[in-house]
Structures are given as C-alpha cells and as structure tokens.
C-alpha cells in the first residue's frame, strides 16, 4: 500500500493547524496576513508559484528522478514567499511560519507521483482544499471553544482531530 496519500494528508492537517495557530496566536500575522482569506492569498501565490517551477523542472531534466523537481519547486516558491514577508515587512518568526505551512502544502501537492501536468493539477487541487479548508476549520475551532469539549481534549487534541478529517474530506477532492 502506497503511504503517500496518508503522508499527503498528514501534511495538509498540519498545514491547517499550524495556520489557525498562526492567526490566533501572533498579532503581527493577523495584520499581515488581515484574515483568513489573506493568508490563503499569500500561500497560494507561492504555493502556485512552486508548481510552475516544479513542472517546468520536469520538463526541462526529462528522467531525472522525481525529487528534484518538488525540491525545485519548493526552493522557488520558497523564495517568492520570503520575498513577499519581507514586502509586507513581516519579522523572521513569521516569516518562518508562513515558509512552514507553505512547505506542508507543497509536500501534499509534490508527494504522489506524477509528470508536469500532474505536478500542476495537484497544486491547483491542493491549493482548492486549501482555500476551503482553512476559513472552514477557523470557524470549527471557534465554535470547539465554546462547546462541552473535555478540559483533555480542548488545547490541540480536538483541532488536530478535526483538521485531520477536514484533510480526509477534502483530500478525495485532490485525489490523494
């Protein structure tokens, strides 16, 4: 059994944990980013970006064997993000937490194996599930805050639980 959809969906649930506790927690990336929708905006764009990159990798090397493209991409997309935290004068913290969620999106996007075109069509699914899920799992964590949660369950056990089957739900969309 081939572990890269349980992997691509691992990362897409910390991808959602580690943005809402981005937003919830850091005043400075409330105010760059301003809501949920903006820090959607600012993934995607180096989310894209990266596959762009990731496909014309592929392309241009043939064979090679398929790691290098993801790492292309990653690099790439990478680097327009840190261009763009540094346009929106974010401090390096942030700047590391944006890098971080980008890195699970684009380790969801790049971990099944495909060729360019798959590569881009992932990313754009990817990007989909991201634009749903995120905005979807902050209104869920706001209402887990004022329902019977067990006092064990409330800090991450219940969010993790939740962001895991959001994953699950929107990972047949991505085909996982």
């Known amino acids: 059994m081939d572990a890269a959809p349980a992997t691509a969906a ?6 959602l944990l ?11 990336w409330r105010e760059a980013a301003g809501d949920a929708h903006g820090l959607v905006r600012l993934e995607l764009g180096a989310l894209l970006i990266a596959a762009a ?4 990798t592929a392309i241009a090397l043939g ?13 790439t997309g990478a680097a327009a993000l840190v261009w763009r935290c540094r346009s929106l004068r974010l401090d390096r913290p942030q700047a590391l937490w944006a890098i971080g969620v980008f890195a699970l999106l684009h380790a969801a996007a790049a971990l099944p194996p495909r060729g360019s075109t798959g590569a881009l069509l992932a990313a754009f699914a ?23 949660v067990p006092g064990f369950m409330r800090p991450l056990p219940a969010r993790a639980l939740a962001a895991g089957i959001l994953a699950l739900a929107l990972g047949s969309l991505a085909s996982w």
């Open 126 to 148: 990817t990007a989909l599930c991201f634009s749903i899920g995120l905005p979807a799992f902050l209104a869920l964590a706001r209402r887990m805050e004022d329902c019977d």
């Open 53 to 56: 990159a990731s496909a014309c």
């Open 10 to 15: 691992l990362c897409f649930s910390l991808a």
């Open 63 to 75: 064979d090679a064997p398929s790691a290098l493209p993801a790492i292309a991409g990653l690099a």
């Open 18 to 28: 580690l943005g809402e506790r981005g937003l919830a927690h850091s005043r400075r």
